[in-house]
């Protein structure tokens, strides 16, 4: 990888480079990328501008197939479709001679794949201008040394202006502002082991913590003795010790390279029994029509994570005889992550390890490299919003719907960016752990740094079920909770789990600037009539034993009222375990589901991520799915929406998207 030059200290646009405006109205974005058109900030408004450019538009999963970023680069943006067409020809952006690209709000939200800014970066690309980014692109930006400014920045720079590089380091943390000084995290590592830069170390007096703050102040580095050190408060920069993380093979080949180019062929990681690789995101794309094409390069993206996993000695997740033993986020809750632990992964839900009241987060494979290698990372402590659950949830509603409602109504107006998402309160002793999971596993949607649920009395006994023989008086020892008076930027919350109901988040309309967002939440009772022909579930966030229940429960009351899955859908359940599946089998449920005509498919991510089965086939289809997000073309070219897992089975049946209720289909069989 070439180090990225430092940038310097006044910020000019450079003669002969171009401006490109990411504009809601396509025709202007094709007539750019023609060479036809140049704006400026005065030809557009804000309003103007694309809002939620997502990763997976920036980078569509078959182009991250690639694993070389000038590779990557030459398919930026192939995932932005208007009219069943690519925008972005293949090399339009690199050859469009453009150094700046402009958007609207929450530039980059999605997955952190960093590939999204390894696209722009190696098609030229050194400044991003949005109104808000999400965090971890915002993350990968500062560490691929790509510069990040508003729309009066990019107003003056448009004038002839220069502009103070300090500007663009406004509002980071020290070390992130010496990152973007050094033009990137591995320029900035090198010059910290070469010895050339002090880090800055907090000295935030002792006061009451949230859970986030409590855990990255115990895993602060170089803080000395005393009181001192020990406390941390939001915007303080940290360097602080990583218990463990993960990579899989979407994303080792990326680590892997970098790791080689940074460091040479001998490169070693520290401490490698804590990091772990799995085969699961992947291991079914052979079965999409779409994704035959990529055969050849996703065996390299396998082949390149067993030699870095021979090379490191990492934890060993593959696949035997091609079956995965889950999706990583599943398989870490049940046997990596620990009460209290920090862990970093490199894909978005990671924050599911919040469930185990752990600090996890995504993070890019740059900072995935540098931090296995070093075995602390960088960190800005975050701010938290706290959700105080009361009450339980009325019969059919789950904790999906309670997080379409987050969604909608904290996420939408952004109260949860970038903040860690606490759980709290005595409605969290009414959610099994598999519940709570679901709403960790979302915070990734709420474009929330991650989320942390309290720990009690289930999280020991599902610990202990789960890892016999476990070290529980270290869980309880190391388990954080807020202090009394601890502080929440985002507010505390309180949310009346029996006020939920069930919920979906529609596919919006992209082609008219209404973008498919997990934030677009409705409540099915409102929807009208909506037809689907494909319900879909599984994945991380809804292939959990739990989950597998809720499919079952509905399922079984359809099929002792004589009922198969509606003529016109296909119904597909996907377990996010081995170890899921197993306990499907135990309890007898594999009948249940083949007599009502689902297809089972084995663990491992698929149709959420275009690589499965369940994907839809034309812009057409309708899908169900209990996924976590529907963002354009991420699942297939159809229309997707979200939903609990009693809704996806319940609306497999009736051939509507169509709320749960205990005996609906006896109902239908015996009017009253
Ligand atoms: S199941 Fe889907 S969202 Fe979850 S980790 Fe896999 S690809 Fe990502």
Known sequence: ?????????????????????????????????????????????????????????????????????????????????????????????????????????????????????????????????????????????????????????????????????????????????????????FPFSKALAAGEIDLPHPDTPPRPMTMAEKLLARHLLGTGDGDAGRYVKPGDAVVVEVDGGYSHEFTTAQVHHFLEEEFGPGYEIQDPERFAVFEDHLIYADDVPKMR??????????????????????????????????????????????????????????????????????????????????????????????????????????????????LLHYARPQMTLNRVMEFTGPGVANLSMDERATLTNMATECSARTAIVVADEATFRWLREWRPGGDETRWRERAVAPDPEAEYAGGVHRIDLSAMRPMVAHPGDPDRGIPSDPTNGAPIDQLGEVEVDIAYGGSCTAGKIDDLEFYHRVVEEAVEAGLTVHPRVRFLIQFGSQAVEEHCRRRGMMETFERAGVTLIQPGCGACIGCGPGVSESPDQVTVSAINRNYKGRSGPGKLYLASPLTVAASAFTGTITAYKPGMFVRELVPA
């Open 1 to 185: 990888m070439t180090d990225s030059p430092k940038p310097p200290e006044t910020v000019r646009l450079t003669p002969g480079k171009r401006v490109l405006f990411l504009t809601k109205d396509p025709e202007l974005i094709k007539r750019q990328l023609a060479g036809e058109l140049d704006l400026t900030m005065d030809d557009v408004t804000v309003d103007d501008l694309l809002d939620d450019v997502n990763t997976d538009a920036m980078t569509p999963a078959w182009v991250c197939f690639s694993h070389r970023p000038e590779d990557i680069a030459r398919d930026a943006y192939a995932g932005l479709i208007v009219d069943g067409e690519r925008l972005f020809a293949r090399d339009a952006l690199r050859d469009g001679n453009f150094e700046v690209i402009v958007s609207g709000y929450r530039k980059g939200t999605g997955s952190s794949r960093e590939t999204a800014v390894q696209a722009e970066k190696w098609s030229g690309i050194r400044i991003a201008i949005a109104a808000s980014f999400a965090p971890i692109h915002a993350r990968n930006n500062v560490n691929q040394g790509v510069l990040m400014g508003d729309h009066e920045v990019l107003r003056r720079l448009q004038a002839g202006e220069g502009v103070p590089l300090e500007e663009f380091t406004e509002g980071y943390d020290p070390i992130s502002k010496l990152v973007i000084r050094h033009g990137g995290l």
């Open 293 to 406: 094409a990529f055969t050849d390069k996703i065996d390299t993206l396998r082949d390149l994570q067993r030699e870095f996993q021979g090379h490191t000695g990492a934890r060993d997740f593959s696949a035997k005889d091609r079956v995965s033993p889950g999706i990583c986020h599943e398989v870490a809750r049940e046997k990596l992550v620990e009460p209290g632990d920090f862990i970093q992964a490199t894909d978005s839900h990671t924050c599911m390890g919040g469930v185990n009241n752990a600090l996890a987060w995504g993070v890019g494979a740059t900072e995935y490299a540098n931090l296995i290698h070093a075995g602390f990372t960088m960190v800005e402590v975050p701010e938290s919003i706290r959700f105080e659950l009361d009450g339980e949830l009325p019969e059919g509603v789950t904790a999906k719907d309670l997080m379409l409602y987050v």
